[in-house]
């Protein structure tokens, strides 16, 4: 590990675990976990907690599992399991084990009969409804259960009732006996299993019964021998109930819940659960469109597991809830893509240039660098030829004040080729431009023009090479801040977080470019071959951040 990598990223959860070393608490261990929910796809707030998690785990030599939090089988599935490992391993983490909270069926029944013998644990065959009334509010106590002191007998009778599928759902829960009186609503007597009668993709159709996130959570990490149970800041409230069950039952470890500040981004929705509503009311074109902060999401849109590393040790790990700036995570990615991007030439919107001054059949190979700071990346050979593309917006017929490209009778520079300067203006009967015409001023490749200076310098692509290609230019897919706060999502969608610049040509090489490479095109931004749709026949890619931040303006 270099200086560097140590000092980053230092925050209180390593001091927390530096003093447990000191002291030689879990026998100087150090066992994570990373635990979601297969119910969605992840996004980048999951990316700070695996990159905690394994991050870690690697700082100290100890381990990481990879557990699956499956004890909902109504909301879960096996293509949310095989996403979530592929996303984990495409951000370059290995698992030491691949855990399911469902492999601890058994033992979790075991110990909620534990607990039931213990008189710690009773059912109850209250209404939710009545339930609710007697949970009680922040401010007012709640109220014990007429069932609350049913004999062990009859718990243990019931629970076995509920386990063989005897009752029907909603008719008993199993229930924590802890104080009904407690400040912390969690320890108001918490539910530990309900009656479920959904068949479980690895367990069948064996349980009748679930158990109830905390009880799971609490004691799978024990199971584990996780020596720190890192979670975000809304289960702090839960660790007294975390540490309730682990107190009561006998367990092999003795895991320590740890709380830190969970991701928000602005313009950004980070909720699984409500991130599969774009998705199924086809707001998005699936988990994997460009424009979702999911990991899939941003990996289509051409983010880089560096880029995101990065912005997970920028933002770093505290207790206090904050909002990232967007600004935080693009410049990641442009830093990442500005030192690694090869450099090359589209046109997203093209307008023809005739160089009248050249033989119809002019040709010439021209000899471009693929990138500006990095020899290494070495040369390309780029076609020049009599026609050309330019970007439309590049000449202007009246130029706004400070125009700096080709204005009529005006010179600019073809990106590492000639000066050339514009002659005559080609417009259809709708008074569009269709051509511009121009001649070039052979004395000025690789030199500049005598006795004037040309300070414009276009980019370019030779018209008979030129491949078309489509080109998407993403934007937030919402236009607030904080759409997680919007009264629905439809009022606070972007109408323009896609555009599509269907006429766009790109250099040949940017055709032949693998899926998934990344570019800078020239003056344009940075871009990414499609990892789905791009071929050297269709070529597509899509913009993953433009040239310069453009948050500071805004
Ligand atoms: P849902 O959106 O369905 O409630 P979730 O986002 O809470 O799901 P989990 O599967 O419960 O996802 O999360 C797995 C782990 O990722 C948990 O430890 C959780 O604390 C962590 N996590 C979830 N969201 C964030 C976030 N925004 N920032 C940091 N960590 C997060
Ligand atoms: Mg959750």
Known sequence: MTEQDSN?????????????????????????????????????????SICLNFGTAQRYNGTCNLRFDDTNPAKESEEYVNAIKDDVQWLGFEWDALCHASDYFDKLYDYAVDLIKQGKAYVDSSTPEQMREMRGTLTEPGTESPYRNRTVEENLELFEGMKRGDFDEGAHILRAKIDMTSGNINLRDPGLYRILKVPHVRTGETWKIYPMYDFTHSLSDALENIT??????????????????????????????????????????????????????????????????????????????????????????TKNDSVIDMAVLETCIRDDLNTNAERRLAVLDPIKLVITSLPEDHAQTL?????????????????????????REDFAEVPPPKYQRLVPGGEVRLRGCYVVKCTDIIKNDAGEIVELHCTHDPDTLGKKPEGRKVKGVVHWVSAKHAVPATVRLYDTLFNVTNPAAAESFEDALNPDSVTVMNNAVVEPALAKAEAETRFQFERTGYFVADRIEHSEATPVFNRVVTLRDVWAKK
């Not at 959860?13 to 929910?37: M, W, Y």
């Open 8 to 48: 980053v990223g230092a925050n209180f959860i390593r001091n927390l675990i530096d003093a447990d070393q000191q002291s030689g608490k879990h026998e100087g261990r150090v066992a994570t976990r990373f635990p979601p929910e297969p119910n969605g796809y992840l996004h980048i707030g999951h990316v700070k």
């Open 228 to 317: 720190h149970s890192l979670c975000t800041l809304e289960f702090e409230d839960h660790r007294p109930l975390y540490n309730w069950v682990i107190e009561q039952l006998d367990t092999p470890g003795n895991p320590q819940q740890i709380e830190f500040a969970p991701l928000n981004l602005e313009y950004t929705l980070l909720s699984k659960r409500r991130l599969i509503q774009l998705v199924t009311n086809k707001v998005v074109d699936g988990w994997d469109d460009p424009r979702m902060p999911t990991i899939l999401g941003l990996r289509r849109r051409g983010y880089t597991p560096a880029a995101l590393k990065d912005f997970c040790e920028r933002i770093g790990i």
């Open 367 to 391: 000899t471009f660098q693929n990138h500006p700071q990095n020899e290494a990346a070495g040369t390309r050979p780029y076609e020049f030829t009599r026609e050309v593309f330019i970007e």
